[in-house]
């Protein structure tokens, strides 16, 4: 009921409008269901009790004559049900006790209430004017609920917001408090030292203007998701020293200063950059990707080719960062970058990104080449083919296991399709779906890219085979020239020349990847909900979802779901506890396809029947395939890096401990009795 009286207030001074009177109208009527509902929940206690002028604002004389007739109301159906609820009514000291103990479980339903619903808000994005609107709704029966809904999400109200000379602004989040909540979340004991990956890049917000976003963005061994360090709102790209301002004085104070934290001192320091080519150009003020010295790791020249800037050689004289600090080559930079003052290793500290190098340029340029190439190169594959391997690529799409995101869907839609699709079409189905279609040159081709990729996605692989991996890229970009013809060879495919030295300084592949700051940037755009001060939108929106976001653990504990007792079982665990799922290891394992293919320390793939828990002990229960045979032997037995052909699984069933999964496998049906078998390594 006071709620309706503020809401009352709020709206009075808009009488004129259709929209206020509507939404006084529902108040009214809203009013009278909460007034029955008071009174019946209030009846056979002193009703006088619950005061209703305590809520009303200062504007409260206008409602006076509204509320003198609800209160009315409230005493009239209190003398009906007084004579119901007074045989209910416990007079002795244990009643009442009893009765305090159960307010006092109200109370800390509440209290998880306010937690729930500030998850589902932040969740589903609830407008906030929505929000106050639920919470002045359930006020009456939850009176530890606030009344607005900024109140609840802990809105941030009050910011410094910086005005840059082009007209742009930006706002800057701070790295040192953000790395302390992240230690408040670390479960680790102790941590001495933190590195730090950037990320810059830039966000269009609207088809229909020019307004954008350029966010810092950080990751760090703490956490798997990104976070905002600064963020720009304008309607072009930040003037650099502008930008980068805040973000440099900051750092350069926390490398003097250390952070201190639980008697800890921790340091920082950046590991690498991590951007597309335009944006690594921007932030190290070098030329452009089609600029003559536009490789960032080699001394080439580029030779323009129809339209194209192309670096067909594989073999150059490497940049050093010492060189770059004196910017000697005058023909690659364009101006002092002001990351010297916090970085001195600006080559091998700006790494090569394989999201948008590889899925985003090399596949897709292939793939481009192939539907609509140069005929006379005989490498455009007739429509029917390109049909084919469309139809193909969709049959698989029951057969991917949940680590997809995206199911596959036509090649025809390539130029709709994301990043994640191209690394799917390359490391999984693009060997299956490319074989006896693509001419036998082309496909020995592909595989030298699939091959190469593969040794650089895998721990054991990238430390072994390493300069193998650089000898299979550099083979197929000079391939590439013969095959797809001279203006092949542009930035991204020279890329590769460099791609396994990354690799080999800073693990795998997916370790300094842009894909989880790709993502987290979809979600930056849906932060702003209309036009109007997106910048401050996005404060408001990141202040609330700090203040619930508790950083996932980065080695989340063994999860079991769905207990059963169909089996399969051997005698002697017929008293074991049966799951279906298991989420161990970042691996999402069942019992049914297609979650239910890994791979075994022994390097040979099997199949999941069955997840047996006993204690504090999980076991499995699994077939092996008793025919495990080559899918290709160039450039190598696929079978080295474990891909391969399987059939008949054996009648014997084994049971083996979790050590004993090497890894998640893709299982891709070739025949109905044969299947490919391809380690899942992103």
């Given at each position: 009921m006071e709620n309706i009286e503020i809401a009352r207030d709020k709206v009075g001074k808009e009488e004129g409008s259709s929209y206020s009177a509507k939404r006084r109208r529902t108040n009214q009527k809203f009013n009278e269901i909460l007034t029955k509902l008071q009174c019946k929940k209030s009846a056979g206690k002193q009703i006088a009790n619950f005061d209703l002028q305590s809520y009303t604002t200062s504007d409260s004389s206008d409602t006076d004559a509204d509320t003198a007739k609800s209160t009315e109301k409230c005493n009239e159906l209190s003398n009906d049900f007084s004579d119901e609820f007074e045989s209910s009514v416990c007079s002795d000291d244990e009643s009442l006790f009893r009765n305090d103990e159960i307010e006092e479980e109200e109370i800390s339903a509440e209290s998880t209430l306010s937690d729930q619903m500030t998850d589902w808000a932040i969740c589903f994005s609830i407008n906030l004017n929505a929000l106050s609107a639920l919470l002045r709704i359930l006020k009456p029966f939850h009176s530890e609920l606030p009344l607005d809904g900024r109140t609840l999400l802990n809105t941030q109200t009050t910011y410094d917001i910086k005005t840059f000379s082009d007209g742009g602004k930006y706002f800057h989040f701070g790295l040192r408090d953000i790395i302390v909540n992240l230690l408040k979340n670390c479960e680790k004991k102790s941590v001495n030292h933190i590195k730090l990956q950037v990320n810059i890049d830039g966000l269009q917000l609207f088809k229909s203007t020019s307004t954008q976003f350029w966010p810092i963005l950080g990751l760090t061994s703490l956490n798997k998701s990104p976070f905002?360090?600064?963020?720009?709102?304008?309607?072009?790209?930040?003037?650099?020293?502008?930008?980068?301002?805040?973000?440099?004085?900051?750092?350069?104070?926390?490398?003097?200063?250390?952070?201190?934290?639980?008697?800890?001192?921790?340091?920082v320091s950046i590991d690498c950059f991590i951007c597309d080519a335009p944006a690594k150009a921007y932030i190290k003020q070098i030329k452009g990707h089609n600029a003559y010295y536009g490789c960032d790791k080699c001394k080439q020249e580029g030779k323009y080719i129809k339209n194209r800037m192309t670096f067909p050689n594989t073999e150059n004289p490497l940049r050093t960062d010492e060189e770059f600090c004196?910017?000697?080559?005058?023909?690659?930079?364009?101006?002092?970058?002001?990351?010297?003052?916090?970085?001195?290793?600006?080559?091998?500290?700006?790494?090569?990104?394989?999201?948008?190098?590889?899925?985003?340029?090399?596949?897709?340029?292939?793939?481009?080449?192939?539907?609509?190439?140069?005929?006379?190169?005989?490498?455009?594959?007739?429509?029917?083919?390109?049909?084919?391997?469309?139809?193909h690529i969709v049959s698989l799409r029951h057969t991917l296991p949940s680590d997809f995101s995206r199911k596959p869907r036509s090649i025809f839609e390539v130029d709709r399709w994301k990043a994640t699709e191209f690394r799917q079409l390359l490391l999984y189905t693009g060997p299956l779906v490319f074989k006896d279609v693509l001419e036998e040159s082309i496909y020995k081709h592909f595989l030298l890219l699939f091959v190469g990729i593969h040794i650089l996605m895998n721990d054991e692989l990238n430390s072994s085979c390493n300069d193998y991996a650089e000898e299979l890229l550099k083979l197929f970009v000079n391939k590439s020239v013969k095959l797809y013809g001279e203006e092949f060879p542009v930035y991204n495919v020279h890329g590769l020349v460099h791609l396994a030295a990354e690799a080999k300084r800073n693990g795998?592949?997916?370790?300094?990847?842009?894909?989880?700051?790709?993502?987290?940037?979809?979600?930056?755009?849906?932060?702003?909900?209309?036009?109007?001060?997106?910048?401050?939108?996005?404060?408001?929106?990141?202040?609330?979802?700090?203040?619930?976001?508790?950083?996932?653990?980065?080695?989340?504990?063994?999860?079991?779901?769905?207990?059963?007792?169909?089996?399969?079982?051997?005698?002697?665990?017929?008293?074991?506890?049966?799951?279906?799922?298991?989420?161990?290891?970042?691996?999402?394992?069942?019992?049914?396809?297609?979650?239910?293919?890994?791979?075994?320390?022994?390097?040979?793939?099997?199949?999941?029947?069955?997840?047996?828990?006993?204690?504090?002990?999980?076991?499995?229960?699994?077939?092996?395939?008793?025919?495990?045979?080559?899918?290709?032997?160039?450039?190598?037995?696929?079978?080295?890096?474990?891909?391969?052909?399987?059939?008949?699984?054996?009648?014997?069933?084994?049971?083996?401990?979790?050590?004993?999964?090497?890894?998640k496998n893709v299982m891709l049906p070739i025949t109905t009795s044969e299947h490919l078998i391809i380690p899942l390594c992103h």
């Open positions: 905002v360090i600064g963020l720009y709102c304008g309607t072009s790209k930040p003037s650099i020293n502008e930008y980068l301002s805040d973000f440099i004085e900051e750092f350069k104070e926390i490398k003097k200063n250390k952070i201190t934290y639980n008697s800890d001192i921790v340091d004196q910017m000697i080559d005058e023909d690659h930079h364009k101006d002092v970058t002001p990351l010297h003052e916090i970085c001195d290793y600006l080559v091998t500290g700006c790494v090569i990104d394989y999201m948008h190098l590889l899925c985003l340029g090399v596949v897709k340029r292939m793939i481009s080449f192939w539907m609509k190439g140069p005929i006379e190169k005989r490498i455009r594959l007739h429509n029917n083919d390109v049909r084919k391997i469309s139809n795998t592949l997916d370790k300094f990847s842009a894909f989880p700051f790709e993502n987290y940037m979809k979600s930056l755009r849906k932060l702003v909900r209309k036009s109007e001060l997106p910048l401050t939108q996005a404060i408001r929106r990141l202040s609330e979802i700090s203040h619930k976001e508790k950083s996932p653990p980065l080695n989340q504990k063994i999860c079991l779901r769905d207990e059963h007792n169909d089996g399969p079982l051997i005698n002697s665990l017929v008293t074991l506890a049966q799951f279906k799922y298991l989420y161990y290891n970042n691996w999402h394992l069942s019992i049914n396809p297609p979650n239910n293919c890994v791979s075994l320390t022994s390097g040979l793939p099997a199949v999941i029947l069955n997840i047996l828990k006993k204690e504090n002990s999980i076991s499995v229960l699994c077939k092996t395939f008793s025919q495990n045979k080559n899918f290709f032997i160039y450039p190598l037995p696929s079978s080295s890096i474990n891909v391969y052909v399987s059939s008949n699984l054996d009648e014997k069933i084994i049971l083996i401990e979790l050590k004993d999964i090497k890894s």
